[in-house]
């Protein structure tokens, strides 16, 4: 007897026809005695219908003060899904029932549109499970302290189920998604890229902060919370995926790098010529994260020694190139900075893998890789297990092929 | 300061430029320290395209086995409409907070699709209230003993917004409708049918009970048990409408009748020459009553002394022809009936009032406004404050006027 959470995301769930497959899917896996919950997005574009709705009533719905009625709409998306995938069971003969954010137990904060979980109570999931009946959970909900609907915002279906997988001790939580696995650099942009059998937590996580974009960095931080492996496979084929876990379970163990990530939605911003005097980076970085702006790679570099002035540099995702762009125009005027310079043609691409940690020459490895193509490297930032070079944008290609290249084709 | 609850229908609410409005219709109406929950029924045509997705997954979606994912489904109907009004109040500078059938504390029967209301908890309706918020809450949906969504079927939304307004103790419950009140009679039917400015709680029954399609009986009994006049109304204008309460406050005692129903969903069953005996009429309305078919009107008569056997005679909704043929075959076959006959082509047409009982000669006026018609009487049933007549089909509109001008015509 195995327990099992298994999760399908919207375009699994589009039409009642892929509902009906869908069901069909877990039937044919599940032993009989086997134990299944299966978390569900809301079908297809339903979010999007939501939102154009709301948008009927202001053309700006995600304000603050609509947060919480966005949230009673959005989880709609989900209550249809799960109903209607619970009915598909039960038309090939599986007793099923669907469970709303609330009724499997799932508690989060009130920040409405982008809830937090605090602690899930499966004890309704159990008790149906023990009857027999495969639960069909709504991801990407919860309900907060004052019974408020709340949706758990970008990644939040994913990290639903690996969070009932947690709560409920299952066995694995398995992601169906339209790729069949992680792979060692974007299929679309390397063509030799390798389907990962298994990676670490610590990997996944790096890779997908560093842009690889199958799984959320969330999902995986729940997983490594609770321990549960993460199989994360193709919703149209059998074929096994790539299982996220604490540690190597197999022969992939020796390997130099992970994988290539990359990331193009990065904008770059300098403020040229600012004082060289304690306090100037903490008044740029804190008005940026007053602003709730994430910064990611940071260079400061002297720009002229007589007049002691330096330039600061970093990287923010591109989606907060105007916010940020009205928050640094205002620091460098305060510190009365040369000028600032913002490019958008950039694009970051990092190597990750544990096993860089024992091994010299890495870091020389990829600048000679991306040298040897013509890459001119503009920003280079490290973390124990990664290392991100700003390049570009027009030479991502070439960067993240030649990378792959180094590390992968010899061995 | 006044506490009241307006109820908006689909239609009221099909589209968000209609939700805007049922917005700016309640703000408009609203003194500033009134106290206003808005119930609303789920957008247009969204229940029946609910029920169509169901019927990808299984063409038959009301059978039982599917009944609590249907409520599953058709719970989000509502949590949509409630959302974007709550918006629209929003916009238009109005606090207010959506709340759903469990929110509102509206707990039912295990019924599903046709829960009956056991009890209300409205204290999050008050305390969002007095913290000076419009409540927007969900019609036609309650939650069970185990947390399950429950739809309180036909009906529903309109006796959710009335028993809320009894738990509140509101001071009137509004029904918005298309309609801009009760009528005497039929407008469609009559041209001079008048509207009331009132109507008793038993009075309106009776009407709904007789085919008055304004009113679902169910919401009157609710306002009746609580004592909360219902007043219903046009969503259109600001006309008053027809005010439903426990008695006449005004110059409208006296009457004798106050109106005239009618029902063409009517059919009419014939068991002929079943044994005139002790026990047939039992084992006749008992197999009906078992399969869930509320028999109207009943008339048993002898058919031939000699042989000693009687026909039984009685209508039923035209819904449930097929099935009470079916169990009227069954038992007329074993009774050794002659046959059954079924003619659907009959229609019934009542007068109701609480003044026909002190007021003699009702019913021979009744009967002859129809015979210098020509419209011959098949079947009549009487009730303390109704006289009901079973004709023709195609004579229902004739015979509505003829009744209507007897009674309203002349005063």
Do not use: W
Request: aromatic share 6%; with cysteine; hydrophobic share 45%.
């Amino acid at each position: 007897m195995a327990l099992v959470v298994k999760k399908f995301g919207g375009s699994s769930v589009a039409t009642t026809d892929k509902i009906l497959n869908v069901a069909k899917r877990v039937l044919s896996d599940k032993q009989p005695d086997d134990k299944v919950v299966v978390v569900v997005s809301a079908m297809g574009d339903t979010t999007d219908d939501l939102i154009g709705l709301a948008q009927g009533i202001d053309a700006q719905p995600y304000q603050a003060s609509y947060a919480r009625e966005m949230d009673m709409l959005l989880t709609t998306g989900e209550q249809v899904s799960i109903a209607l995938l619970a009915m598909a069971f039960q038309k090939l003969g599986q007793p099923a029932v669907s469970l709303t954010g609330s009724q499997i137990g799932m508690r989060t904060s009130s920040v409405h549109t982008k809830g937090r979980i605090l602690s899930i109570d499966p004890s309704r999931v159990i008790q149906e499970l023990d009857s027999g009946k495969v639960v069909v959970a709504a991801g990407f909900q919860g309900i907060d302290k004052f019974g408020d609907p709340v949706t758990l915002g970008r990644g939040g279906s994913d990290t639903s189920a690996v969070a009932i997988a947690g709560a409920l001790k299952a066995d694995t939580c398995e992601i169906f998604t339209d790729v069949d696995g992680i792979y060692s650099a974007d299929p679309r942009i390397v063509k030799g890229a390798r389907k990962m059998q298994e990676i670490t937590y610590y990997e996944m996580l790096e890779m997908a902060r560093l842009g690889a974009g199958v799984m959320q960095p969330r999902s995986v931080e729940v997983g490594q919370y609770f321990n549960i492996p993460i199989h994360v496979r193709s919703t149209f084929t059998d074929t096994p995926g790539t299982i996220i876990r604490e540690d190597y379970t197999m022969e992939e163990k020796g390997f130099i790098i992970r994988g290539v990530a990359h990331d193009e939605k990065v904008a770059k911003f300098a403020i040229l010529g600012v004082p060289n005097q304690p306090g100037v980076a903490h008044k740029v970085f804190a008005s940026l994260s007053d602003a709730n702006i994430d910064v990611d790679m940071i260079v400061q570099s002297i720009r002229n020694v007589d007049q002691n002035i330096t330039d600061i540099v970093f990287t923010v995702e591109q989606n907060y190139v105007g916010e940020a762009k009205r928050v640094i125009d205002g620091v460098a005027e305060k510190l009365g900075a040369i000028g600032v310079v913002v490019e958008e043609d950039v694009a970051k691409v990092s190597i990750v893998g544990a096993g860089m940690l024992g091994a010299p020459g890495v870091a020389a490895r990829m600048f000679g890789a991306l040298a040897k193509q013509g890459v001119n490297i503009d920003i280079i930032s490290t973390s124990e297990i990664s290392i991100s070079c700003l390049i570009k944008g027009e030479q991502l290609r070439t960067a993240v092929n030649a990378i792959h290249d180094e590390f992968f084709s010899n061995d």
